[in-house]
């Protein structure tokens, strides 16, 4: 039985790069393939560099395949390489597909991920979340295990990761529920002993 699967890939761009070619380039290349579903992108906002890319498969095997492909995986591959500074960052996690959809279009756009966490993270990740996204401005959120073991910045240590997909009406309304005395008295569900302190979050403007 098939189970979608959501691919977050980031892509290191360089300053001067034609990102819209590239993207265009990409999905060309993705439309063709058995189990592709959708693919949405944007800039991130506090890095103009930085490309997210958020793509749906109908199933995880999919993307093996496409990856394992000759021909198509190798166009894809070059049609990245000269608008890339560095190796892109991928992983997946497993979301209601039409969820995502829902989020990608809401005015603001949060991904966080979660680095090195214990294997009962998600309860009380899921608590804080649950917190966070009750203030004004929430417009709702998705969270998950993140399938395989990730690496921080490039690092050989991996481990187990997790992911949440944020909608706000604005970034003043999460900076405002982010700072309130109600989040930051419970932080302690998501970061610092026997949590993690390596968290990575930003907008992405989706296009």
């Known amino acids: ?14 300053p001067e790069a034609n990102a819209e070619g590239a993207i265009r380039a990409l999905k060309a290349v993705l439309s063709k393939q058995d189990g592709f579903r959708s693919m949405k992108w944007g800039r991130w906002v506090q890095d103009k560099d930085k490309v997210q890319l958020i793509i749906s498969w109908d199933d995880l095997s999919y993307h093996k395949k496409f990856e394992q492909s000759d021909a198509d995986f190798a166009t894809y591959r070059a049609a990245l390489r000269p608008v890339l500074t560095g ?43 649950d917190l966070l996204g009750s203030f004004k401005g929430g417009l709702g959120f998705l969270h998950a295990d993140i399938v395989e073991d990730i690496s921080m910045d490039g690092s ?42 390596d968290i990575e979050w930003h907008y992405v403007s989706i296009m």
């Open 156 to 197: 050989n240590v991996k481990g187990r990761g997790y992911f949440a997909l944020l909608a706000w009406a604005s970034i003043a309304l999460h900076v405002e529920a982010k700072e309130s005395d109600a989040v930051q008295n419970n932080i302690h569900l998501i970061k610092g002993a026997r949590k993690t302190n």
């Open 1 to 14: 039985m098939s189970r979608p699967v959501t691919e977050v890939v980031t892509l290191p761009l360089h």
């Open 87 to 129: 190796p892109p960052t991928m992983y997946h996690v497993y979301l209601d597909p039409a969820a995502v959809e829902r989020i990608l279009k809401t005015p603001v756009v949060e991904v966080a991920t979660f680095y090195s966490v214990p294997a009962d993270y998600s309860q009380e990740a899921g608590e804080f979340l």
